[in-house]
């Protein structure tokens, strides 16, 4: 970073994290949550058994989904 800059945090970009068991889901939701925050609560969707979205404690956004559900 240039002298004088500062960094600035965005939430321009989210990290979608895709994982194929619910219970995986749920806890790393929870890991991620864990001195963040949750936007989203992490549960059954139209189009996944589970999906959630925080903010960890770093200012990263994460969308967490598990399992898609076939249309």
Request: charged residues 20%.
């Amino acid at each position: 970073m240039p002298p004088g800059k500062q960094l600035q945090r965005t939430n321009a970009i989210s990290v979608a994290l895709n994982v194929d068991d619910n219970l995986e889901a749920e806890r790393v939701y929870a890991a991620l949550a864990d001195g963040g925050q949750g936007q989203l609560p992490i549960a059954a969707t139209f189009w996944a058994e589970r999906f959630g979205v925080c903010t960890d404690r770093f200012g990263v956004q994460w969308l967490v989904n598990s399992r898609y559900r076939s249309p």
